[in-house]
C-alpha cells in the first residue's frame, strides 16, 4: 500500500518561497499529485508530475509560480512554491493512485486513492 508523507509547509510572507516534499513508500506509482485545500474550500489539484518521464501538468493558478520536480532514487516529489500569495494559503496534500498517470488536464481528487496527511502553508504578512 502507498504511504505518503509531505513536509515543508510554513508560514512565510507574500512573494516569498517555500519547497513541500513527498516521500512515497510502500508500492509502485506512477505519478504523484499535488493539492491544495484553501479554508472552506475543496481540494483543487494544483500540479501533478509522471515518473517514468518526468511529464508535468499545472493549474492555471499557479503556473509560472510552482515547479514540480522528482527525485525518484529518493522517492521523493517536490512542490516549489515561488511569489506566493495570501490565495495560496491552505493545507497541501500530496496524492497518488498505482494506475494513475498525470494526463494534460487536471485530475478530480476521487482518482486518487492514496494521500499524505497535508502540510499547512500560510502566506500572510
Known amino acids: 500500500q502507498l504511504q505518503l508523507v509531505e513536509s515543508g509547509g510554513g508560514l512565510v510572507q507574500p512573494g516569498q518561497s517555500l519547497r513541500l516534499s513527498c516521500t512515497i513508500s510502500?508500492?509502485?506509482?506512477?505519478?504523484i499529485g499535488w493539492f491544495h485545500r484553501a479554508p472552506g474550500k475543496e481540494r483543487e489539484e494544483v500540479s501533478c508530475?509522471?515518473?517514468?518521464?518526468?511529464?508535468?501538468y499545472y493549474s492555471d493558478s499557479v503556473k509560472g509560480r510552482f515547479a514540480i520536480s522528482r527525485d525518484n532514487a529518493k522517492n521523493t516529489v517536490y512542490l516549489q512554491m515561488n511569489n506566493l500569495k495570501s490565495e495560496d494559503t491552505g493545507v497541501y496534500y500530496c496524492a497518488s493512485d498505482r494506475d494513475l498517470y498525470c494526463p494534460e488536464h487536471s485530475v478530480a481528487a476521487s482518482d486518487f486513492t492514496s494521500w499524505g496527511q497535508g502540510t499547512q502553508v500560510t502566506v500572510s504578512s
Open positions: 510502500g508500492s509502485w506509482y506512477h505519478a
Open positions: 508530475i509522471n515518473k517514468s518521464d518526468g511529464t508535468t
